[in-house]
């Protein structure tokens, strides 16, 4: 099992960045795929970004690709979602996520195929 907290969200105007970071307990980290997902009010949940397990596959969603990036230090067992060129639009919850995976190589894209969840951060973005 694996506890994930998030940290780093605030309030930011239009144009600038945040790094967001997601830690987890455990000592097999390094088993777990991880993705970011955000919530803005009154709308679902979406995905924005995965890491596989080695950190060798990564993917983003279309309306983040170029502005976010997603890595992960296992030494660390922590997955960062660094964010520029930050747009009001990007204003959510967001959320890290993870599952074990015995593929090095997988990232995964739905919520529904993660079991850990972390509790959120809010990220707000001024025009």
């Known amino acids: 099992q694996v506890q994930l907290v998030e940290s780093g969200g605030g309030l930011v105007q239009a144009g600038g960045s945040l790094r967001l970071s997601c830690a987890a307990s455990?000592?097999?980290?390094?088993?777990?795929?991880v993705g970011w997902f955000r919530q803005a009010p009154g709308k679902e949940r979406e995905f924005v970004a995965a890491?596989?397990?080695?950190?060798?596959?990564?993917y983003s969603a279309n309306s983040v690709k170029g502005r976010f990036t997603i890595s992960r230090d296992n030494v660390k067992n922590t997955v960062y979602l660094e964010m520029n060129s930050l747009k009001p639009e990007d204003t959510a919850v967001y959320y890290c996520?993870?599952?074990?995976?015995?593929?090095?190589?997988?990232?995964?894209?739905?919520?529904?195929?993660?079991?850990?969840w972390g509790q959120g951060t809010q990220v707000t973005v001024s025009s």
């Open positions: 996520a993870a599952r074990a995976s015995s593929f090095s190589n997988t990232a995964y894209l739905r919520s529904n195929e993660y079991s850990y």
């Open positions: 455990g000592r097999t980290f390094s088993s777990y795929a």
């Open positions: 890491i596989s397990t080695s950190g060798g596959h990564t």
